[in-house]
């Protein structure tokens, strides 16, 4: 099967142009007429401000599913108050910028687009363009200044959807950032929103007549090649010198440190090691610039080549390693940011994965392989000495191609890039508190990577210095989800379901989740505990592309109208939660439904049971090898893209059911609440107030 890498990436650092399940900055095939007048509402310090912006394109011609479709020149007008003007520009209210009246204003404004096909959407930038217009007036009646019309124009990218149907653009984000032209030339940057969602044009895309052209691998290549990647087998240990665990020292040291836990270790070759496919999709921030774009690739990886167990046969460790290495295919794109003194900058970069430098212990080049180790615990449902991890450490170099300022091409030449540079990431992946999240089910990798300086950049003039300045540098932050392995053994299986899932949240902030009922019984129904309802107050972050694991937190939960029951009768019964409770979506839907798991949770429920206080304390199932910790149980729903302030059919449980925790302190005990019984909890459907949108992406 042909994976071409759409929303992937380990490895890219400054790249742009979003990607998303077939829509590549750009669309295809259609008659598109772009034009629509929107109302914007920026806020500053000050106050907030409507203006109005008249978005016009001419019509776009025909085209089909993996092509080109070029929208061309799109004309920007804007409205903007006087009053707001003055702010924007840094002033007092009331008072009228030194030298500004009657002084043209101008500067350059950044316009967000969102492109929606189906249930996938994409967030996307036009690049910058310049905007210039009427002068600021003196103060008219009432102490109010006319509004200021500003002009310009964009080149929108093109773009190349994957799939036919309707492409809807709509309005996003814009950025404005204004001068007076004075003495002073103050600026800053100004973010704005549309008051209400305003569809700026659609495009029908109809199905292509014929296969795209599949590109092959070049025998040979020092690098992997950048795009329309197969997903294919990565070769094994001992077939191609190239492919292996990397030895050069940087990259053998990450199965080092962070050290095992203590003990006595061993390494060995695993007999059986396995390929994958891995998409991948994120953002790195060029920290010069402060400005944060996408990145994509997918990776080819052959996982567990060796292992790490415990080799003292008197002592248990609940811990294990996997040795694994990787190569990672880049997808070259266009990042659109201000740079060069607030011009609009427009390039084309490409990051690639490239061989470590010098050479072995025998004179020969390392391998282009990166190297990825995995620390898990071998019985999951148990307590561990630390927690699941990942590292990986690659070498990476940079190279752009066109670049573009202020609409006025820059020559660099074929040559233009960076040496070698280390690209170390890491993920979190749970704990016997939190909940485990399977390597290959998808995770989210941050890391930070150092941009050298440029060589052999220019036609005629050496502008390496330039893009130095601009770019190079060190703590440029990389975070990357993956989509789910697929096996290239099965190629034929990998498919919209391996894409990386993340999702998008509005408006954030805490919310309380309720249900109206809770209950704990003993499997016999002799004994249970009632509440009439039962909530908890996460807190989440607005935003877009967030990560699907551990995504919010609420720390405890809160119980009321509680009681105990048991065959002696009833009584109060006081129960809550102090547990840190963690939320995640183990999997998105095709309709947009999401499997919602609340992780971390352990239920305390106080009583007078025989004429003595007790507290009886409910988490995961007993596990007979670990007598000893208090494992939390696991909250699963699903949460209904439809209904976005419910979640239904929820279901505590643990590895099975729940039980009685080791820090149980009932003496005489609760009939059917035994430290090896297994009891079933039920609960109403959850009601999310305020509700929180969330969406993938």
């Not at 042909?2 to 990607?19: I, K, L, Y």
């Not at 092509?67 to 004309?75: E, H, K, P, S, T």
């Not at 014929?210 to 997903?231: I, L």
Request: charged content about 20%.
């Amino acid at each position: 099967m042909r994976w071409t890498p759409r929303r992937a990436g380990w490895t890219a650092v400054v790249t742009g142009s979003v990607t998303l399940a077939g829509l590549a900055a750009g669309i295809p095939p259609a008659l598109a007429d772009i034009g629509a007048d929107v109302p914007y509402l920026c806020i500053t310090p000050v106050g907030t401000h409507r203006i109005g912006v008249e978005v016009a394109a001419a019509k776009a011609g025909p085209g089909r599913t993996g092509q080109q479709i070029r929208i061309g020149d799109v004309a920007v007008a804007l409205t903007v108050p006087g009053d707001a003007v003055r702010d924007f520009l840094g002033e007092t209210a009331g008072e009228a910028p030194a030298g500004a009246v009657g002084v043209p204003v101008s500067g350059t404004a950044l316009l967000g687009v969102s492109v929606v096909q189906g249930a996938r959407s994409a967030d996307l930038s036009w690049p910058p363009f310049a905007v210039s217009g009427d002068r600021l007036s003196p103060e008219g009646d009432g102490g109010r200044q006319r509004p200021v019309k500003m002009t310009g124009k964009v080149k929108a990218p093109s773009l190349v959807p994957g799939s036919p149907g309707t492409v809807t653009l709509a309005a996003g984000e814009l950025v404005l950032s204004l001068t007076d032209g004075g003495t002073a030339g103050r600026r800053q940057a100004i973010r704005c929103a549309p008051e209400k969602p305003v569809t700026l044009g659609r495009i029908l895309v109809r199905a292509d007549a014929a296969p795209s052209p599949r590109r092959s691998p070049r025998a040979g290549e020092n690098t992997t090649p950048a795009a329309d990647v197969d997903c294919r087998e990565i070769p094994a240990p001992g077939t191609d010198p190239d492919h292996a665990l990397n030895e050069h020292p940087y990259l053998w040291e990450v199965f080092r440190k962070p050290p095992p836990p203590p003990g006595r270790w061993e390494t060995f070759d695993a007999p059986r090691n396995l390929p994958y496919c891995i998409r991948a999709a994120g953002f790195a921030n060029v920290r010069k610039l402060g400005a944060a774009t996408p990145i994509g690739a997918q990776t080819l990886l052959r996982r567990g080549v060796k292992g790490m167990r415990n080799a003292d046969p008197e002592r248990s460790v609940n811990y294990s390693e996997q040795y694994s290495y990787f190569t990672t295919h880049a997808v070259p794109s266009t990042a659109s940011m201000l740079g060069f003194g607030f011009m609009p900058t427009r390039a084309v970069a490409h990051v690639e994965q490239v061989r470590p430098p010098g050479r072995d212990a025998n004179g020969r080049p390392y391998p282009v392989t990166g190297n990825l180790r995995n620390a898990v615990a071998t019985n999951g449902q148990i307590g561990s000495p630390r927690d699941d991890e990942a590292w990986g450490r690659s070498y990476v170099a940079m190279r752009v191609g066109d670049v573009d300022v202020n609409g006025v091409r820059l020559p660099l030449g074929t040559k233009c890039g960076t040496g070698p540079t280390p690209l170390k990431i890491y993920s979190f992946l749970g704990n016997v508190r939190t909940g485990r999240v399977f390597i290959t089910s998808g995770s989210t990798f941050t890391g930070e990577v150092t941009v050298p300086d440029f060589t052999g950049c220019g036609v005629g003039e050496d502008l390496s210095p330039l893009l130095t300045a601009s770019i190079s540098g060190s703590g440029n932050q990389v975070r990357l989800e993956t989509g789910r392995w697929c096996s290239a053994r099965n190629p034929q299986l990998c498919g919209e379901a391996d894409e990386p899932q993340t999702l998008t949240i509005s408006p954030g902030g805490r919310s309380t989740i309720t249900a109206k009922s809770f209950a704990i019984s003993s499997a016999d129904m002799t004994s249970s505990i009632t509440c009439d309802s039962w909530s908890l107050r996460p807190a989440f972050k607005a935003g877009r592309w967030q990560q699907r694991f551990f995504f919010a937190t609420a720390k405890g939960a809160s119980f009321q109208g509680c009681k105990l029951t048991t065959p002696s009768g009833e009584t109060p019964v006081k129960v809550s939660s102090d547990s840190t409770v963690n939320v995640s979506v183990n999997n998105v839907m095709t309709d947009g439904t999401m499997s919602v798991r609340f992780g971390g949770l352990v239920i305390s429920a106080v009583a007078t049971v025989d004429g003595r206080r007790c507290e009886l304390r409910f988490g995961n199932e007993p596990n007979f090898e670990d007598t000893e910790t208090e494992r939390p149980m696991e909250v699963f729903g699903s949460y209904l893209a439809s209904s976005p302030k419910d979640i239904q059919g929820v279901v505590f449980a643990g590895s099975g059911n729940i039980g009685i925790t080791p820090r149980t302190d009932c003496p005489s005990g609760v009939p059917g609440f035994g430290p090896e019984d297994y009891l079933p909890a039920t609960s109403g459907d959850l009601e999310m107030s305020p509700p929180q949108k969330i969406t993938s992406p």
